[in-house]
């Protein structure tokens, strides 16, 4: 849930739902305004999902950020949530003085309801969001621990490289010769491998530079500053459009560019290889 991409497509979800939500739920609530029946309840519906999405946006980006350098517990997870509907309530609550919607409501009345309304709106999507995150979760520990135990037992008598995350927790076991290369995303990397001749991957909580320590030795090194490449799986290389580049094996197929500072280290590699 700490994914860039995840948590600016929850942004987009909340979004959609909130507006078919409202559509649904305004004519049974005295404290909404939002419409489309006048020039100025359409601009100010339009103006204030503009500021809530680019808070929600501007949130997300800041919770990425914080990501990649703390450790991002349950609690500190939903209090930062939490904080994002303290501040659309309050954007919530100014549009509808400023604006002077008409609302039947006196102010302190609006303090009370305007939180609650916010709180519905924004609790039904969060949560679909919180159990898809869970259910994705389980499915991939589930699918790890099948690939895991089944490479230990078929692989006991070969060398298994253990990866483990940021917080050293033994997260999965692959051989060598399995893996078809690595990306890195700020904290995280996603390590591609094959599974059954299927091109599979898994995001893991750890930096690049532990990876190539837990790598040190094997055939998979750097290849440029956020990829790493298994050189036993390279069946094409050479020079493209200028820059050196190496192509990998079925079922992956990917090419890579290797850049000038990594380009040695490979081609070392893959002279060792022959």
């Given at each position: 849930m700490l994914?860039?991409?995840?948590?600016?497509?929850?942004?987009?979800?909340?979004?959609?739902?909130?507006?078919?939500?409202?559509?649904?739920?305004?004519?049974?609530?005295?404290?909404?305004?939002?419409?489309?029946?006048?020039m100025k309840k359409a601009g100010v519906t339009a103006l204030f999902y503009l500021v809530a999405v680019l808070s929600l946006v501007v949130s997300k980006l800041l919770l990425v950020k914080y990501g990649n350098d703390h450790i991002v517990s349950t609690r500190r997870f939903l209090l930062w949530h939490l904080a994002e509907f303290f501040v659309i309530a309050t954007e919530y609550y100014f549009f509808t003085v400023y604006f002077k919607l008409g609302l039947s409501h006196e102010l302190p009345q609006l303090l009370i309801r305007i939180p609650s309304c916010v709180a519905l709106i924004l609790a039904i999507p969060y949560s679909m969001v919180w159990f898809y995150a869970q259910y994705k979760a389980k499915k991939e520990e589930l699918e790890l621990f099948k690939v895991t135990h089944k490479r230990e037992t078929m692989e006991s008598g070969r060398h298994l490289i253990r990866f483990s995350d940021s917080q050293g927790k033994h997260k999965m076991s692959l051989s060598e010769d399995s893996i078809y290369y690595i990306e890195s995303q700020d904290n995280y990397v996603q390590i591609f491998y094959d599974l059954e001749g299927k091109l599979s991957s898994y995001l893991l909580r750890c930096s690049t530079q532990r990876i190539e320590e837990d790598l040190e030795g094997t055939s998979v090194v750097r290849c440029r500053r956020s990829f790493l490449v298994n050189t036993t799986k390279i069946v094409r290389y050479g020079k493209e459009h200028g820059h050196f580049t190496v192509t990998l094996d079925q079922p992956s197929g990917k090419t890579i560019t290797v850049t000038p500072a990594y380009y040695r280290t490979v081609l070392t590699k893959l002279d060792k290889r022959s």
């Open positions: 994914q860039k991409r995840f948590l600016l497509c929850t942004v987009l979800f909340v979004s959609l739902f909130s507006m078919l939500f409202m559509v649904i739920y305004q004519p049974f609530s005295a404290t909404t305004w939002f419409g489309f029946g006048s």
